[in-house]
């Protein structure tokens, strides 16, 4: 059986537009504060992110939430600009290519 590789991630649109404006990765948060932030947005999922299903941070909820937000999600939220949902992304790890860097960049050669 396959293995998967998956990540949470906050997409950041334009208001009004169906393009996405960026995705910022915070898959460093727990599954369960996310579902303790969008239990009320479950209607019939049997897990959180059923059926590539998204959660919506609103004003209200963002307000309500603001110290966590601002201490784990590195982005000034500006909801008069921007629209936000979270999403989660699942990759086979067989075909996964690493995102970060397991080592320090090489010392410059010294000609002197």
Do not use: C
């Not at 915070?26 to 504060?33: F, L, V």
């Not at 059923?50 to 941070?57: F, L, N, S």
């Not at 989660?88 to 996964?96: E, Q, R």
């Amino acid at each position: 059986m396959e293995k998967y590789y998956y990540q949470v991630y906050l997409d950041v649109a334009l208001r009004n537009e169906e393009h996405m404006f960026g995705s910022i990765n915070i898959s460093h948060i727990p599954y369960k504060k996310l579902e303790e932030l969008f239990l009320d947005q479950v209607v019939a999922e049997r897990f959180l992110f059923d059926d590539a299903m998204t959660y919506q941070i609103s004003k209200k909820l963002y307000k309500k939430n603001k110290k966590f937000f601002d201490e784990e999600i590195f982005f000034r939220f500006d909801f008069d600009l921007f629209e936000y949902s979270v999403s989660l992304t699942g990759d086979l790890m067989s075909k996964y290519q690493p995102d970060y860097y397991s080592e320090l960049p090489p010392l410059f050669k010294s000609d002197k």
